[in-house]
């Protein structure tokens, strides 16, 4: 099992930064992709980010590509979330998600099996 766990969100201007972390504990060897998705209220969950923990390969929904970074730290088990010229339509709850068994579609959600609680970002115009 994986557990996982959130922090970095908070409120923020238009055209600001954060940083979005996702610590792992639990058995990390076995994540094959770490993926940041978002869901605001009353639409579906969708993918921002992913990454592939074994090659470092990073993937991008086309509305965050240029403006946001996925990176990892093998050493402390944390992938990040840099984003960067955030606008309104990014406040959303963040919520990171592992899985373990595959890599076909990194920004789908039922390629992950492990999920956290999420982080809330607020963006204010």
């Known amino acids: 099992q994986v557990q996982l766990v959130e922090s970095g969100g908070d409120s923020v201007q238009a055209g600001g930064s954060l940083r979005l972390s996702c610590a792992a504990s639990?058995?990390?060897?076995?994540?094959?992709?770490t993926g940041w998705f978002r869901q605001s209220p009353g639409k579906e969950r969708q993918g921002v980010a992913a990454?592939?923990?074994?090659?470092?390969?990073?993937f991008y929904a086309d509305a965050v590509k240029g403006r946001f970074t996925i990176s990892q730290d093998n050493a402390k088990n944390t992938v990040y979330l840099e984003m960067n010229s955030l606008k309104p339509e990014d406040a959303a709850m963040y919520y990171c998600?592992?899985?373990?068994?595959?890599?076909?579609?990194?920004?789908?959600?039922?390629?992950?099996?492990?999920w956290g609680q999420g982080t809330q970002v607020t963006v204010s115009s």
């Open positions: 639990g058995y990390t060897q076995s994540r094959k992709l």
């Open positions: 990454i592939n923990n074994r090659f470092g390969g990073a």
């Open positions: 998600a592992t899985g373990t068994v595959r890599v076909l579609s990194p920004l789908r959600t039922d390629e992950y099996n492990y």
